[in-house]
């Protein structure tokens, strides 16, 4: 293997390792063992409550004011490994502190969870930026799908297992579900470190940008000047702020749309880990297809699929159907993303490449907002869950008309 390809992979690798914690921790398990188990005796809407607001929206939050500022100093001062290597830290012992939280401490258990969600969260603008340190403009898409596809592939992994061991203790040797649920997010923990080993050791820390300019919260508006120059990006950003509105909708409203519909909780575990193991040969299957495409019309795809579903969603009836959705969403969900992140990095200037990055992932925690908004109003005002789906058809089509307007000419012609 080439010193170029071995950077590749282990840059890719860090994807496969964190990912466990968004399977098993955030989408999966803790919330389940935080309402049966953390918050036993807890009124379920008050949980329901807290579990969103601190355990959610608050690290999402704090990421958000965070993340452009650090990337300008993660510029500036090479920083970008020993800042994600501190939130991968972070995040790993936090979740393996949820191993000591007993029965009805749900104040500790949303405290280790929150923390967790901001070492997972505040680390992916770093492990982003890197891309463009290991990857020429023209091995971006392949390699962003690589990582995607190695994320989906392990993360969906640890889940089957943890999965495995909450329904059968038994035969681990464990008291009952809640026990096996602790060693799961130790699991998650130790998955998460180990498989970051091979991104520190082996890929270098980029140059290190000029240093003159803000360095505190006046960063954010040094980024926004700077985006404002560029028309492509700030074009793109737009774009990508609706369309990745509504693809994480889907996710994070699926399991709730399926409870909705009347649908078995087994079915819909079932429906999550197809996702997983369905985007994990479309993802790198989608850097091909950018190969051959251009990564802009492999983003049309993905997000046509999208439109597809949502319309298909005013029907939907039995769980076949729901598992249909599902395949259909995990053949193009790492495809947008993937795609959206090699795009972002062909448009952007290599050397700021930390505060752009950081610029991106704020706009992705804030665009967590609107999308769950309009599906539980329309839910709330139609009463019909449908239709709440169907409703951000308008996402994907508003998405899709902006980023028709960022032209690859003016970025130099690298980013169609």
Do not use: C
């Not at 649920?181 to 180990?194: E, H, N, R, T």
């Not at 074009?235 to 709730?256: E, H, P, Q, S």
């Not at 290599?350 to 950081?358: I, M, P, R, T």
């Not at 539980?376 to 139609?382: H, L, Q, V």
Request: hydrophobic share 55%; glycine share 12%; charged share 10%.
């Amino acid at each position: 293997m080439t010193p170029e390809k071995k950077q590749q992979w282990s840059w890719a690798f860090y994807d496969w390792a964190n990912s466990a914690f968004a399977t098993t921790v955030l989408v999966g398990l803790f919330p389940i063992l935080f309402n049966k188990y953390y918050a036993a005796g807890v009124d379920p809407g008050t949980a329901t409550f807290y579990l969103g607001a601190f355990g959610n929206s608050l690290p999402s939050f704090i990421v958000m004011l965070m993340a452009p500022w650090l990337g300008v100093i993660a510029d500036r001062r090479g920083l970008k490994k020993r800042f994600l290597l501190i939130f991968t830290v972070l995040g790993a012992m936090a979740t393996a502190g949820l191993m000591f939280v007993g029965e009805g401490q749900w104040q500790w258990a949303i405290v280790l969870f929150a923390i967790g969600g901001i070492g997972f969260f505040g680390g992916l603008g770093f492990n982003d930026a890197l891309l463009v340190s290991v990857a020429k403009p023209a091995d971006q898409d392949r390699v962003s799908a690589l990582g995607y596809g190695l994320g989906y592939l392990g993360g969906g992994l640890l889940f089957l297992f943890n999965v495995t061991m909450v329904t059968k203790p038994e035969l681990f040797g464990f008291d009952g579900a809640a026990e096996a649920g602790k060693w799961a997010f130790v699991s998650v923990a130790v998955w998460w470190l180990v498989f970051s080993i091979p991104m520190f050791r082996n890929v270098p820390e980029p140059a290190v940008q000029a240093s003159d300019g803000a360095m505190g919260w006046g960063a954010l508006w040094t980024t926004v000047k700077l985006i404002g120059r560029h028309k492509p990006v700030y074009m793109f950003l737009f774009a990508y702020w609706l369309y990745i509105d509504a693809v994480g909708t889907v996710a994070n409203m699926a399991v709730d749309f399926g409870i909705k519909l009347g649908f078995a909780s087994d079915a819909l575990i079932k429906a999550l880990l197809i996702v997983q193991f369905v985007s994990f040969p479309a993802a790198i299957a989608f850097g091909a297809i950018a190969g051959r495409i251009g990564a802009k019309r492999g983003i049309y795809l993905g997000l046509s699929v999208y439109i597809g579903v949502t319309i298909w969603a005013l029907q939907m009836q039995t769980e076949s159907d729901f598992y249909l959705m599902a395949s259909a969403v995990g053949l193009v969900q790492g495809g947008v993303q993937s795609l959206s992140r090699s795009y972002f990095a062909r448009l952007i200037p290599k050397e700021s490449a930390g505060q752009f990055f950081g610029f991106y992932n704020m706009l992705g925690k804030f665009a967590a907002v609107l999308g769950p908004l309009v599906v539980g109003a329309t839910a709330a005002i139609t009463g019909n869950p449908r239709l709440a789906i169907f409703a951000l058809v308008f996402f994907f089509i508003a998405g899709m008309v902006l980023l028709s307007r960022v032209q690859p000419e003016q970025a130099g012609g690298s980013a169609s």
